[in-house]
């Protein structure tokens, strides 16, 4: 486990790039508000970004026993499913997640 | 009045998630307080569920810059339209956009929130702050008071989050052909560059973005 210090480092890195990242763009985008290339930009990013980072979460999967995946693969489609049907984030997300937990820690 | 009605239903979404980050704090080995300490200077929900990840590996800080930069990329657009010139002061101004959390944002740009003056503004996003840090703080001593150890799994709760986040982003804008560059640059990435996917499928998605904006205007 990396000590506390180094720990604190992280923190601080990472609250300061997000700060710059929320803070920065009202001086320097804003004023581009009407430009098309930014206006595309915030059209697409969100989706793409959310979908590299969920894919990045189950990148240890492939790797992972063969009943792993098959509760992986249980969980992805119940949340997805839950969440196309229901629009309720956090009952697709804790239902997911409870699903995955219970087959993980039972089998 | 109005601020409380608006911001209310998302603290009660804060507390069960913030709760969770606590757990997941406590599960990684960590000590609880990393929970409300995480929660308070970061504040960026999902970028604290994969810093649990990060900080009990010990991660090289440009891996943790890194993550923050591509992860927390999409606040720049938030710049677009959040109302911050009706906030007023310096101090003012600097705690709207530490605190410019996604679902600040949604509140601040709501219909709703087109009157509000600055108190009313800075008001909302003190307490869905307050209500976070709280939620990852009870989470981690509750974590810290169970046998959580012995359950496998829990990390699954950041995967269904960012599912969560792709399908409602998909259904603002539903563009299959975002969704599948996104997928493929995933995919690409995690095959070639595993120790550094993220990254490399964030470059290559971007350089993907820029030639398809130039193939349409070409082709308009």
Known sequence: MPDTGYIAILVAVS????????????????????????????LHMPLGVMVMLALYTVRDVPAAAGRQQLWAIIAVLVTAGLQLWRRHALLSIFVGTGIYVALMSLW | MSVLRLAAPIGL?????GMALGFLVVHAGLAWWWAPV???????????????GLAAAGAPVATVALTTLIVNSRHVFYALSFPLHRVRSVPGKTYSTYVLSDEAFAVGVS?????????????????????????????????????IERLQGLEFALTALFIVLAIDAYSQHPDP????????????????????????????????????????????
């Open chain 1, 15 to 42: 609250a300061a790039i997000t700060w710059a990242l929320r803070a920065v763009p009202f001086a320097v985008l804003a004023p581009m508000r009407h430009s098309a290339v930014v206006r595309y930009l915030s």
């Open chain 2, 13 to 17: 979404a804060f507390l069960p998630l």
């Open chain 2, 38 to 52: 995480f929660a308070a200077v970061i504040y960026a929900g999902s970028l604290e569920f994969l810093m649990v």
């Open chain 2, 111 to 147: 219909p709703a929130a087109r009157t509000w003056t600055s108190g009313q503004i800075l008001a909302m996003q003190a307490g869905l702050h307050l209500t976070w840090t709280v939620s990852a703080a009870a989470g981690a001593l509750l974590g810290a008071a169970l046998p």
């Open chain 2, 177 to 220: 052909l975002t969704a599948l560059l996104a997928v493929a640059c995933a995919v690409a990435a995690g095959l070639l560059a595993p120790g550094q996917m993220l990254v490399w499928a964030f470059a290559a998605f971007t350089a993907l973005l820029f030639a398809r904006l130039l193939a349409e205007r070409r082709g308009a």
